[in-house]
DNA sequence: CCCGGTTACGCTTGTCGTAAAGATT
DNA sequence: AATCTTTACGACAAGCGTAACCGGG
C-alpha cells in the first residue's frame, strides 16, 4: 500500500481512465497498469473494473480511506518542513466565507496578511497541508461546544466566535413575519443546499431544492430571497441581508460558532496573527 | 515518507535505539540507519538526536503524525481485505468495560461472539484495523449528542444507550449525602484518572490523584470508595456498586454515552449481530 | 576498548519506459 | 479500425545486507 500506488488509484478512479492519470501524474499507461495491479495483488481483491473503468466495491472502500490518508500524509509532510523553512513576515488564512466577522477583520494587521476564501471543508486541509499558515472556519454547534472538524491533523482549535441562528426567508413567505421559528416548523421547506458557503444541520441536507456550488454569499442570499430555498445563517448576518427576511431559529439549540485553526507548529508570523484574533473576541 | 520508514522512525523513537528497533522490525542496524537518513533528507530536517537517541522538535511533530496516519493505513488494508475475506461465523466484540451495559449483554447470542475488553481509546482502531468486527465504546458526550471518537477510518456509529451521570464518593464524604452535585462544586477535589474505565471531562484530567491504567471497574471502584480519588461513573453502574456513595451530577449537563461501531464493510455475521444489539436497546 | 551508529560497496529486487499484443466498442 | 489496457522485456535505480569505519562512554 505504498502511497504513490494509491495516489494513482484515486487518480484513475477519478478519471475514469488509466492514460487520463498517467498523463496527469507524469507516467506512462503501462506503469499506471502495472501500479494498479500491484494494489490489486496486494489487497487480493479487483478494485477497478475495466472498460469502462470504475471502481468496484472493494475500489469504493479504498477510495473513501484514501483521501484522508493522502491528505494526512501531506499534512504530516507539510507539518515538518514548516519547522525547517524560513519564516516569511507574510501570512496566508484561509476563510471560509461566513467565518470571517467584522471584530476579526478589524483585528488583522496593515499588512502582510493574505486571505483566501475557501469552502467550509476545505479549510482543515488547507491549513494541515501548509497551503494557509492559519484557518477561520465556521459551522454548527452546540452552544459552547467546539465544532466537529475532519481530524486530517493535530492542529490547535481555539473557539473565536458564536451566534445565534436565523432562516433567511422570501419577504412574502407565511412566516416572514415570526418572531422565531423551530426548525421542525420548516420540516416541508425546501432548502438550499450551500455547502461551499452556509452551514446545514443534517436534518436539512435531505432534498435540497437548490445547490449552490459557489462561495458567495450575497448570490446565496438573493436567490433565497427570490424563494428558491431557505438558507440557515448566523444571525447577524441575516438581520444585515438587505433582501427576504431573517426569522431567528429558536429549536434545537444550535449557534454559529467559528474557530480558529493553527497548526502544530505554526510560524510566528502566524502565531502573532492568531493572538491578535483571539484577543480580539 | 513512505510507510516503511514511518514505522521504523516511530520504532527507533519508541525504543530509543536503532539496533533495537532493528532487532523488532527484522532489518539489520545499517537498514535502519538509512531508514532515517532517507527520512530525514526527504524532510530536510534532523529527527533523532543520536546518543542518546531522542527525537528533535521536527521528529516530535512527526511522531504526532506518525501514529494516526499508520492505523489509518493498517485500517484501509484491513477494510478492503474484509470484503474479499471468507466470513467467517465468529464475531468479535471490542467493548469498553462500561460500554456492556446489562441489555446489551443480554442481547448477545448464545454462541459465536467473542468479547474483547478494551480501553475506550483503544476500541475504534481495533474496529478499523480489523481485529474485531464490531465496537462498543463508551464516553461523555452532550445530551443525544454523538460521542467524539478519533476519526480513524470511516466507520459506522449508532447510539447504543444514554445513561446520566454520578459521582462515586468514600461514604464518609462530606458530600456523600446530597442529592446532586455541580462539577464545580468538586473543583478542588482530587480524581482518579483511568482512561482505560472510566470517561473523565476536560476538566478533571488537570491534577489526577491517581493513575489507574488497568480496565477493572471493581478495582477502581474500590480505589475511590477507600478515598483515594472520585470517579465519574454512569449512574446505573454507580448506583449498583456496593462501597462509597453515588451522587448524581447535575452540571454540566453530559451524559455517558455508548455507541456501537461497525466497519464500512461488516461481514455478514457482524451486521447481523449489530442490527440485534441496536434492535435491543 | 566496547557499544552503537554511520558509511562503503555489492547484490538483489523492484520500478519505469519502450514496444508489441490483446481486447472492446 | 481505433482506442485503451495488458504483457514482455531491458535498463536503471532503490533497498538491503555484509563489513569496515568512527565516535563517545
Redesign the interface.
Known sequence: ???HLLRTFVAVARLASFSGAARELGYTQSAVSQHIAALEGD???E?LTRRPVAPT??GV??L???G??LL??D???A???R??AAPPGRVTVAVSPLAAGPRLLAALPATGVTLRVLAPAEVPAAVATGGCDLGLVDGLA?PS?PL?L??V??LTVTGAGEDGLAVLLPADHPFARRASLRLDDLADARWIDAPGVAPAPAAVRTAPALRYAGTDLHALCALAAAGHGLVLLPRRVAGAVGAGAAVPLSEPRLVHRTELLAP??PTPAASALAARLTASR
Open positions: 500500500m505504498d502511497p489487497l487480493c481483491a478494485l466495491p472493494a472502500r479504498l473513501e480511506h484514501a484522508p490518508l494526512r500524509l499534512a504530516a509532510r507539518d515538518v518542513l519547522l525547517a452546540a461546544d466537529r475532519p481530524d491533523a493535530p502544530g507548529a
